[in-house]
């Protein structure tokens, strides 16, 4: 039998188009941890596992302050995996509506710096050992 | 004589490039609430007052506790004020490295929408009267 947290990450329901563009990394305390299907910039997507939120002060006083230990916590390791100039954070939500957090590797001269990643042109897909190589070092700095 | 604190406070030094492009609202715990000089979107920044800041995760934990606070009030104070369609919420510092979260308020049809509202176009400046209707119910909802 379930026990009632596992039930509740169960009954989680991730939307279909962040699934569609993004592969699971692993699980965090509130969120999943993913990678957008796109080898243009290391980027990562936080989703805390809660139906029904938009905005992130649509969460309960905890789940906003796990999202913001989980998201500053990835971000230390992304920065650290890859050396980046900038790490971008973001919530946005405009194009799909469940809660979800963007943290992104920037450097200098990568495409569309030192403007945002969102809307830019085509995902390039990953090649699996560039994909896995990168991984590798983010789960390593977490 | 000053307090501790207030040495503190007063020691903060903002990027000349923020202190440009908006206007300061009101100082909270931790930030300066401030407005974009930018009519387009209505558009605030939070700017910890803490010196050498990039990253978010550059804070003590206790100041990333503060700024997702405040970064989550504002947000939410801002979406009763406006009726937005959906709040964005980011920190980029690509081109300003001194820590700053941009809250702000996004509806259908906007200039950009659903795209980021960084790097495009041009700053439209508010007529004051517009300006001021929108921080009394800015500050109402805080």
Redesign the interface.
Same mark, same amino acid.
């Given at each position: 039998m379930k026990n009632k947290r596992e039930e509740s990450l169960s009954d989680f329901e991730l939307d279909g188009r962040l699934a569609r563009d993004s592969d699971l990394v692993t699980v965090l305390g509130l969120c999943q941890l993913r990678i957008l299907k796109d080898s243009r910039w290391p980027w990562l997507m936080l989703v805390p596992q809660r139906n029904g939120m938009?905005? #992130? !002060?649509d969460l309960t006083p905890l789940d906003? =302050?796990l999202? +913001? !230990?989980e998201?500053?916590?990835v =971000? +230390?390791a992304l920065?650290e995996a890859t050396g980046a100039?900038?790490?971008?954070?973001? =919530?946005?939500?405009? #194009?799909v %509506?469940q809660l979800h957090v963007h943290v992104i590797a %920037?450097f200098e001269g990568d495409p569309n /710096?030192? $403007?945002?990643v /969102? $809307?830019f042109g085509q995902a390039v897909p990953y090649d699996e050992p560039q994909k896995q190589d990168f991984l590798k070092k983010l789960i390593e700095a977490l």
């Open positions: 938009v905005e #992130i !002060f906003q =302050a999202l +913001a !230990f998201t500053n916590t =971000a +230390a920065k100039t900038k790490v971008n954070v973001g =919530a946005l939500g405009n #194009i %509506r %920037r /710096w030192p $403007g945002p /969102w $809307g």
